[in-house]
């Protein structure tokens, strides 16, 4: 379920038309099949899933950036959060500009935007040296392009082709500084591309994904050793997961149980320096269920405890940290969002942030999990206001 985050954040991307102004964005970060606010993920329960009763009270952090705006789908979104606990994210203004933060261990946030306070900047991951990658609105070619920006503000801009210019999106960051992401061809076809730290780009393509509009092959995720993890749509519009080892070999893979019809199938959407994978599948009924992979194969599918059952209901795990913990998101049966962290040996804490709303597709979304527990998210509240939040277990 690419990268993504709810209508202020997580629509599927589609290829704009050049522009001389900013378009609207479009915004896939990780999981954008299926995002919050959109109706899109999906459980049952299973007897692999034991729900746990946490012996201490959550500590949430909650992040509003001066600056964000206050009406529906605006506001702030965390992202991502590293060992030292700097987070980062994106916040939408007012006028619905979208602008990016990081935020030191102290509180201190630094707002940042690319080519000014229109350009659209969007961040999507960082690592632990404090480097951001994301995309934004380049006025001198009416597109959206890939940036850089390392921890002293130093940024470099880039397009996911290497040349020509193309709606470019970055999804993630190791801390070699590689950026995998994807971009459109002239067909509205996606691409994936890798970016290494001289800034020379790799075009990724799964041997088996479709060449239609919107077909095509999305990375998610790179890993220190600069494995990547994502899914491509095939001819027949089904998803699968693959694999991309460093020496640039490709393996596919699919969940036991995943779906055949069209939309439905694996997504890879996370993977840690140890190899474990998470991730997503469609079954036949169009429920989602998450899962782990571990590096020699073996997949342990999970359903958070009240995660729905209907179509379009379910588990969305995003990321997994180094210690085997996967958090993401679930959709209940009243298709209302709940964080959850799910630890390796498999027992599922779902948690709320303070202030949710308990409404329709709003409610809270785990994003990113640290290497102490620490989890990145966002929450939007009975107003449709967005807040990002650090949670410590």
Do not use: C
Request: charge should be negative.
């Amino acid at each position: 379920m690419n990268r993504a985050i709810a209508p202020l954040m997580l629509t599927t991307v589609v290829t704009l038309p050049a522009l001389a102004a900013p378009p609207p964005p479009q915004i896939a970060v990780r999981g954008s099949l299926h995002a919050p606010a959109q109706a899109g993920i999906a459980k049952t329960p299973t007897a692999r899933t034991a729900k746990s009763v946490a012996s201490a009270p959550d500590q949430f952090t909650i992040i509003d950036v001066q600056g964000a705006g206050t009406a529906a789908n605006q506001g702030t979104a965390a992202i991502f959060v590293d060992s030292s606990g700097r987070a980062t994210g994106y916040y939408v203004d007012s006028a619905d500009n979208y602008h990016s933060f990081v935020r030191a261990p102290d509180g201190a946030i630094t707002p940042f935007d690319i080519d000014g306070s229109d350009s659209q900047t969007i961040a999507h991951w960082a690592n632990d040296k404090g480097a951001v990658t994301g995309d934004f609105f380049d006025s001198s070619v009416s597109q959206y392009q890939g940036f850089l920006r390392k921890a002293n503000g130093k940024t470099k801009t880039f397009d996911g082709a290497s040349s020509g210019t193309h709606y470019t999106v970055t999804v993630s960051i190791n801390s070699k500084n590689a950026v995998i992401g994807w971009y459109y061809d002239d067909g509205d076809v996606p691409h994936g591309f890798l970016r290494d730290k001289s800034g020379a780009i790799t075009q990724i393509d799964a041997p088996d994904a479709g060449n239609g509009s919107n077909q095509g092959t999305t990375p998610q995720d790179i890993n220190t050793d600069g494995v990547t993890v994502g899914f491509y749509l095939d001819s027949s519009n089904l998803h699968h997961g693959f694999i991309r080892a460093s020496d640039g070999t490709i393996s596919e893979f699919d969940v036991a149980g995943a779906g055949t019809g069209p939309g439905q199938g694996t997504q890879g959407i996370g993977i840690n320096n140890k190899g474990w994978i998470t991730g997503d599948y469609f079954d036949s009924n169009s429920v989602v269920h998450g899962f782990v992979r571990d590096p020699g194969g073996n997949v342990t599918p999970f359903d958070a405890p009240d995660a729905g059952t209907g179509a379009d209901q379910g588990t969305v795990p995003i990321e997994i940290n180094n210690k085997g913990a996967a958090t993401g998101w679930y959709l209940d049966l009243n298709n209302v969002y709940h964080g959850f962290v799910r630890a390796k040996n498999g027992t599922v804490t779902e948690f709320d942030a303070p202030g949710a709303g308990g409404g329709a597709y709003l409610g809270t979304s785990g994003y990113d999990i640290s290497k102490y527990g620490v989890v990145a998210g966002y929450d939007q509240d009975d107003d449709g206001v967005y807040h990002g939040f650090l949670r410590t277990p």
